[in-house]
């Protein structure tokens, strides 16, 4: 399997997990008819818009669609989790929100201690 037919294969189970059709993606973004479902279909490379689209559309830093999409070299799997918990760190609503994400990552490795 190719590196596009695998990106486009994650892409569709992303889809699927999060109950969206391209349809509906290419909608929210204002992007323009079958912009995206026509790349998938027929395989095509992704771009770097289409990159942006999906991650936001899947709530993914565009990091990790950009290194799914082979736009990007491949990161080691901590430096991913990482970014990725910054990614949603970062879109937590306020400070409070923030200081709980914080006391719940403490509170899980202080029992893994144990």
């Known amino acids: 399997m190719s590196n596009t037919e695998e990106f486009w294969s994650w892409a569709d189970q992303e889809c699927n997990r999060l109950g969206l059709s391209w349809y509906k993606i290419e909608r929210q973004a204002g992007a323009g008819n079958a912009t995206i479902s026509k790349r998938a279909r027929y395989l095509l490379a992704p771009t ?15 990091e990790t669609v950009y290194r799914k999409a082979g736009l990007l070299p491949p990161e080691s799997i901590s430096a991913e989790k990482q970014r990725e918990l910054l990614h949603i760190f970062d879109r937590l609503p306020d400070d409070h929100h923030q200081d709980m994400a914080i006391a719940m990552l403490r509170t899980i490795l202080e029992h893994g201690r144990r």
């Open 48 to 62: 770097a818009k289409t990159c942006d689209l999906l991650a936001e559309a899947f709530n993914l830093a565009k």
